[in-house]
């Protein structure tokens, strides 16, 4: 017994060392003895041979090699457990809620979808109203007597054709300034004069002529100050050409006024010209039909005419003044005849409830008409005459200025006054501030020639309201920034010179259909 008992002794405790180094060992270690502890009982104590410890220090000493290779082997596996751990173990990260302005989140494409969804309803619900009380107010014909009372006589038609007869002066007295024949003052007395024409000619004319309804008078008047723009920038920029040849230039192959402009003629039939070889009637009648205010020796030209996109531009053209042409019946015309009656009380307050609900479909009308006219009726003319230079306007409805709206809203009107009316005030020393207010002088006349005359009264709201612009642009660029300009702009835009035009309509159907009512 004593002789067990000493070899039982230190065999069992090297069996413990043994184990306890061992960590596959200690688990079923630890699971034997649990059973055992369970139920009651102590577990026994064997004796363990020399063979049965090396089998077991081999055994955890290859378990600890594979499970030691596995994690500090790979530390990239070791990593990736690390981190799904501390996931699991963490979820919430220092941020900003997405509409708070810190958190830099800018994409509000689902809420801008949605207000699209909430405008097409409150329209629709609009519309099915005024179908439900007034009926169906469209009528193409209409349309047609708008534009002539007398079938045999066009009386607006031919004050448009008789519109050659400046463009032929502006060309011939040219060609005499290039060749010569007259003086430099001779000229710019004639070219005063054939300008001077191009303003009184038409507006004496629907002024007098009782055949001329107001749209006719609205679309000749618009084409004679269109004339009247163009051929300034004409006799302009031939003026500068004249003055690089007599400073001796020896070759021109673009304007002066337009230097850094690209020339991509993409053909060899458009030949570069130079003065005076632009003085010909081919020159002068692209740029007039050309979708351009300021005139140059060689435009941009496009390789090709894309006849897919001249197909979509004029299916834009023929639908989208289809829709304002409905809209115009269907929605504004049963309003204003309804206001008649709160500006003949002067009611304020139904007045101004009268203004805002004008203002809403005038504003829709008007941007459905620059679609038509900027992008569609443009892009079509520019595509037939392979016209290169598309940028007729810019991103104005992002503007967060007054003055950005203005200078990017109309581009070929912005590019006329920014050559051709600002820029030489600035070289003649006047100050910017001066330079803009004179700008918008010049527009808030063509805005009120081209309002008054047609309708035959004279009201001054177009002019009160673009000379508006000028103190609205220093009270929005001085106080308001970002998207409180944005909202300032768009504003302006709803209840600003649309009620202006309005109130010219408003005032014609009280003149003239006031008893009536």
């Known amino acids: 017994m004593s002789d067990r008992a000493e070899i039982r002794g230190p065999v069992t405790r090297r069996r413990r060392t043994t184990i306890s180094g061992g960590g596959g060992a200690v688990g079923v270690k630890q699971a034997n003895g649990s059973k055992r502890e369970d139920a009651g009982e102590k577990p026994p104590q064997y004796p363990a041979t020399a063979d049965e410890v090396s089998r077991h220090d081999a055994s955890n000493n290859g378990k600890l090699g594979r499970e030691k290779g596995d994690l500090s082997g790979s530390p990239r596996k070791q990593r990736t457990v690390v981190e799904d751990i501390n996931q699991r173990l963490s979820c919430h990260v220092l941020q900003e809620s997405l509409l708070s302005s810190a958190s830099g989140y800018s994409n509000y494409r689902g809420i801008l979808n949605w207000c699209v969804v909430m405008l097409v309803l409150s329209n629709a619900r609009l519309f099915l109203e005024n179908i439900i009380k007034y009926g169906i107010l469209v009528d193409p014909i209409q349309v047609v007597s708008l534009f002539l009372k007398d079938p045999y006589s066009w009386p607006a038609a031919c004050l448009i054709i008789v519109s050659n007869v400046f463009i032929l002066a502006a060309l011939y007295t040219e060609r005499r300034l290039a060749v010569g024949t007259i003086s430099e003052t001779t000229g710019l007395i004639l070219h005063i004069f054939n300008l001077s024409s191009l303003l009184i000619f038409p507006s004496a004319s629907v002024l007098t002529v009782d055949?001329?309804?107001?749209?006719?008078?609205?679309?000749?008047?618009?084409?004679?100050?269109?004339?009247?723009?163009?051929?300034?920038?004409?006799?302009?920029?031939?003026?500068?050409?004249?003055?690089?040849?007599?400073?001796?230039?020896?070759?021109?192959?673009?304007?002066?006024?337009?230097?850094?402009?690209?020339?991509?003629?993409?053909?060899?039939?458009?030949?570069?010209?130079?003065?005076?070889?632009?003085?010909?009637?081919?020159?002068?009648?692209?740029?007039?039909?050309?979708?351009?205010?300021?005139?140059?020796?060689?435009?941009?030209?496009?390789?090709?005419?894309?006849?897919?996109?001249?197909?979509?531009?004029?299916?834009?053209?023929?639908?989208?003044?289809?829709?304002?042409?409905?809209?115009?019946?269907?929605?504004?015309?049963?309003?204003?005849?309804?206001?008649?009656?709160?500006?003949?009380?002067?009611?304020?307050?139904?007045?101004?409830?009268?203004?805002?609900?004008?203002?809403?479909?005038?504003?829709?009308?008007?941007?459905?008409?620059?679609?038509?006219?900027?992008?569609?009726?443009?892009?079509?003319?520019?595509?037939?005459?392979?016209?290169?230079?598309?940028?007729?306007?810019?991103?104005?409805?992002?503007?967060?200025?007054?003055?950005?709206?203005?200078?990017?809203?109309?581009?070929?009107?912005h590019k006329w006054c920014l050559r051709h009316f600002y820029k030489p005030m600035l070289k003649k020393g006047i100050n910017k501030f001066l330079a803009q207010t004179a700008v918008f002088l010049v527009s808030a006349f063509f805005h009120e020639y081209l309002v008054s005359v047609p309708l035959k009264m004279f009201r001054l709201w177009a002019f009160m309201g673009m000379m508006a612009q000028v103190p609205l642009a220093w009270f929005v660029g001085r106080f308001l920034n970002g998207n409180y300009g944005n909202a300032a702009v768009w504003i302006s835009l709803i209840i600003g010179q649309p009620v202006a035009v309005l109130m010219y309509v408003h005032d014609y159907y009280v003149i003239h259909y006031g008893g009536a009512t």
Request: aromatic share 18%.
């Open 211 to 413: 055949s001329i309804t107001p749209v006719g008078g609205v679309l000749s008047l618009g084409v004679y100050t269109v004339l009247f723009l163009k051929l300034y920038s004409y006799q302009d920029t031939n003026k500068w050409c004249r003055e690089i040849r007599h400073a001796k230039a020896k070759r021109l192959t673009r304007s002066y006024s337009c230097p850094n402009v690209a020339q991509s003629n993409g053909s060899a039939v458009h030949s570069l010209v130079s003065y005076p070889g632009n003085l010909t009637h081919r020159d002068m009648y692209y740029f007039v039909f050309a979708p351009t205010l300021c005139y140059q020796l060689n435009f941009p030209r496009s390789p090709r005419i894309r006849k897919r996109f001249l197909i979509r531009r004029l299916l834009e053209m023929l639908f989208f003044i289809q829709l304002l042409v409905g809209l115009i019946q269907q929605w504004m015309v049963p309003t204003i005849q309804n206001s008649m009656k709160p500006f003949q009380e002067m009611d304020f307050s139904r007045m101004v409830e009268r203004l805002l609900k004008l203002a809403v479909p005038n504003h829709l009308i008007w941007l459905i008409f620059f679609y038509w006219f900027f992008h569609s009726s443009m892009n079509f003319v520019a595509e037939l005459l392979q016209f290169g230079d598309r940028e007729f306007y810019r991103d104005w409805w992002n503007s967060e200025t007054v003055t950005y709206f203005w200078a990017n809203w109309n581009i070929p009107v």
